[in-house]
């Protein structure tokens, strides 16, 4: 049984003409006809919509598929449509007889967009030190190849696989191997996506002035994207270190007043308003910031929304409303999901200031040199404000 049969039983068994399931699909009638018959092959998008839109199992026409398919890139592509879709096992299922055909029939011409789709997949689930291995792979294969922008692409991968397992010196070399590749083919795009992980990336080590450099380049390259917005939002907070709070007030509301802005690079400017407003001594005006980042967060992770609730909790104390503290507070004990170390350790000086229960999350190992914005104001008002019964 081929793939036009299991679409014509499947069909059938629904009661559809094959106009009513071409309408289904999004596709044309005697387009759907020919791949019933045998008469045309359908690429990966077209064969994804038709058994979505029939209801047909991955279990049932996958291996149908992978027993006729012989064309690597199609494989490739189906792969990948797999992987946007979230079925992940079916996608290496593919990318492996993907990879026997690549080494079978094309001397592994394939082999480094395999390797790349297999370290995204892995990336994606959290499994980051074996999607390093992938990109490895990939970086190695395109290393003797012609020279091409696969190798920028390569590097850039191994890059943010290595930062996120701590390697952050190793990380930057690599994003210096990728935005060397990617300036060489004129990708400016990807220069830009490039720059903006290697700061974010500095920005973790405290090397701020390298930091700001890489996001100034990063906002250069990155007009008109989507990822506009974040590049400023780090230029502004390195610059909220090295020259002042004062300075960065007027990026954070130029960013904060865009409307056509993400909704959680608003919140997160909203929220660094409010720790640049509350280092002024503005305290009822930061309070207001927060609200508004607050106010998004349906639409926004729970880390962010601790973050502005430990802020605001923070904000209310120096304002003098224990009341409103308590109630953000409380607010916060009810995010799920991780959260910062700095707002556990924060909310945990919080919580003894208030005469309350601890949060549950487990308490960070926090050192003086670790202590940022949020954990050193909460200890500033611990000072103010001992804890009930030892005034």
Same mark, same amino acid.
């Given at each position: 049984?081929?793939i036009?049969?299991?679409l *014509?039983?499947?069909r059938k068994?629904?009661g559809?003409?094959?106009?009513?399931?071409?309408?289904?699909?999004?596709?044309?009638?005697?387009y759907?006809?020919?791949?019933e018959?045998?008469?045309?092959s359908?690429?990966?998008?077209?064969?994804l919509?038709?058994?979505r839109s029939l209801?047909?199992t991955?279990a049932t026409? =996958?291996?149908i598929y =992978?027993?006729?398919?012989?064309?690597?890139q199609?494989?490739?592509?189906?792969?990948?449509?797999l992987f946007?879709?979230g079925d992940l096992?079916?996608?290496?299922?593919t990318?492996g007889?993907?990879?026997f055909?690549?080494r079978k029939n094309?001397?592994?011409r394939?082999n480094?967009?395999?390797y790349?789709?297999?370290?995204r997949i892995?990336?994606?689930q959290?499994?980051?030190?074996?999607a390093?291995?992938?990109?490895?792979?990939?970086e190695?294969?395109?290393? *003797?190849a012609?020279?091409s922008?696969?190798q920028g692409?390569?590097a850039?991968?191994?890059?943010?696989?290595l930062?996120?397992?701590?390697?952050?010196?190793?990380?930057?070399r690599?994003f210096?191997?990728a935005?060397?590749?990617?300036a060489?083919f004129?990708?400016?795009?990807e220069?830009?996506?490039?720059w903006?992980a290697?700061?974010?990336?500095l @920005?973790?080590?405290?090397?701020y002035s390298?930091?700001?450099?890489?996001y100034?380049?990063?906002?250069?390259? @990155?007009?008109r994207?989507?990822?506009?917005?974040?590049a400023?939002?780090?230029?502004?907070?390195t610059?909220?270190v090295l020259?002042?709070p004062a300075?960065?007030?007027?990026?954070?509301?130029?960013?904060a007043?865009?409307?056509?802005?993400?909704?959680?690079? @608003?919140?997160k400017?909203r929220?660094n308003?409010?720790?640049?407003?509350?280092?002024?001594?503005?305290? *009822?005006e930061a309070?207001r910031h927060l609200?508004s980042g607050?106010a998004l967060?349906?639409?926004?992770?729970g880390p962010?929304?601790?973050a502005? =609730?430990s802020?605001?909790a923070i904000?209310q104390?120096?304002a003098?409303?224990?009341?409103q503290a308590t109630n953000?507070? @409380?607010?916060y004990?009810?995010?799920?999901?991780?959260?910062d170390?700095e707002?556990i350790?924060?909310?945990?000086i919080?919580?003894?200031?208030?005469?309350?229960v601890p949060p549950?999350d487990?308490i960070p190992r926090?050192?003086?040199?670790?202590?940022?914005?949020r954990v050193?104001?909460?200890?500033?008002l611990?000072r103010?404000m001992?804890?009930p019964?030892k005034a």
């Amino acid at each position: 049984m081929g793939i036009g049969e299991v679409l *014509h039983e499947r069909r059938k068994d629904m009661g559809l003409s094959i106009a009513g399931a071409a309408r289904l699909a999004g596709i044309p009638r005697a387009y759907l006809s020919m791949i019933e018959a045998g008469k045309r092959s359908p690429n990966a998008q077209i064969l994804l919509q038709l058994m979505r839109s029939l209801s047909i199992t991955t279990a049932t026409w =996958l291996p149908i598929y =992978l027993e006729d398919e012989i064309r690597c890139q199609h494989m490739i592509r189906m792969a990948q449509g797999l992987f946007e879709v979230g079925d992940l096992a079916a996608a290496r299922q593919t990318l492996g007889k993907a990879f026997f055909v690549s080494r079978k029939n094309h001397d592994g011409r394939y082999n480094a967009d395999i390797y790349y789709l297999l370290g995204r997949i892995y990336y994606g689930q959290g499994r980051v030190n074996r999607a390093a291995r992938w990109f490895q792979l990939m970086e190695r294969a395109t290393r *003797h190849a012609p020279q091409s922008p696969l190798q920028g692409v390569a590097a850039y991968n191994l890059a943010q696989a290595l930062a996120r397992t701590g390697k952050s010196l190793e990380a930057l070399r690599k994003f210096d191997h990728a935005l060397e590749n990617f300036a060489r083919f004129q990708k400016r795009k990807e220069l830009g996506t490039a720059w903006l992980a290697k700061a974010n990336v500095l @920005l973790r080590m405290h090397l701020y002035s390298e930091a700001y450099d890489s996001y100034r380049r990063a906002t250069h390259f @990155l007009r008109r994207t989507v990822h506009h917005g974040d590049a400023l939002l780090g230029e502004a907070i390195t610059v909220s270190v090295l020259q002042g709070p004062a300075s960065a007030r007027p990026l954070f509301e130029e960013i904060a007043r865009n409307p056509s802005e993400k909704h959680i690079v @608003l919140a997160k400017a909203r929220g660094n308003l409010g720790t640049v407003l509350r280092q002024l001594g503005q305290y *009822h005006e930061a309070i207001r910031h927060l609200d508004s980042g607050l106010a998004l967060g349906d639409v926004v992770p729970g880390p962010i929304v601790a973050a502005l =609730l430990s802020e605001s909790a923070i904000c209310q104390l120096f304002a003098g409303d224990r009341s409103q503290a308590t109630n953000a507070f @409380l607010q916060y004990k009810e995010v799920s999901g991780p959260k910062d170390s700095e707002d556990i350790a924060a909310m945990n000086i919080i919580a003894s200031i208030l005469g309350l229960v601890p949060p549950d999350d487990p308490i960070p190992r926090v050192v003086e040199d670790d202590f940022e914005q949020r954990v050193k104001a909460a200890l500033e008002l611990l000072r103010l404000m001992p804890p009930p019964g030892k005034a």
